[in-house]
């Protein structure tokens, strides 16, 4: 059973960004059309080239600001105060989540490659709000993103993660292999499976998936 292999869990973390709402809400592609304006601005280059270092730097280095960061010394708050600035009127509350995951046995946190003011601001939207014991972004692994083990190492060590006790889920198969290997749960969630030795369960259903392990 299901529930049986996280009968051990007391640290639940979730990924943010098409994790804790449905990618269908499409808010990312708010965010790509900011970081591209945001690159050719900052870059001096042409929207085609803008596009090409954020593919670019995302896929070398985890995040596009992680690129920015390594490469041009760009100034991550101000970037991310940028690239955040969009609309949430796609998000809809979802109080079936919110039930499902306070009835987690043990402490619950976002960790995202975002910033923690526009986590705050998703779960607000969907109706998240104080369901979570705390929350952490980018900002707080010294803008290291994940998929850096370092980033993660960070991160679960200042709120007191014990990953043998602990469950990732995350909607990125990339950000679960450091997490699996650290000894947690992983859970990939997203419309279709990507086997993977690191990834243990997928669902494209989290509030379904969850009720199988509260009941």
Request: charged share 20%; hydrophobic share 40%; net charge negative.
């Amino acid at each position: 059973m299901v529930a049986q292999s996280f009968s051990h869990i007391r640290h639940w973390v979730f990924d943010l960004d098409n994790t804790l709402y449905p990618p269908a809400a499409r808010l990312f592609d708010q965010i790509e059309v900011k970081m591209t304006a945001w690159v050719m601005q900052a870059l001096n280059v042409q929207k085609a080239e803008a596009d090409r270092l954020r593919q670019h730097y995302w896929q070398l280095y985890g995040t596009t600001l992680a690129g920015l960061m390594a490469e041009h010394s760009i100034d991550p708050e101000g970037y991310l105060e940028h690239v955040h600035d969009i609309s949430f009127e796609t998000l809809m509350p979802d109080p079936e989540l919110a039930a499902r995951i306070r009835a987690l046995p043990g402490r619950r946190i976002v960790y995202t490659n975002g910033s923690a003011p526009y986590a705050e601001k998703v779960l607000a939207a969907r109706g998240l709000s104080g369901v979570f014991d705390a929350i952490y972004g980018v900002e707080h692994a010294g803008f290291r993103p994940k998929p850096d083990r370092a980033a993660f190492e960070t991160v679960f060590a200042t709120d007191g993660v014990a990953p043998a006790r602990a469950a990732m889920f995350e909607d990125d198969p990339r950000n679960l292999a450091a997490p699996h290997d650290m000894g947690m749960r992983t859970v990939h969630v997203a419309p279709e499976p990507h086997p993977a030795p690191h990834i243990h369960h997928h669902t494209d259903d989290l509030s379904g998936f969850l009720s199988r392990l509260t009941g």
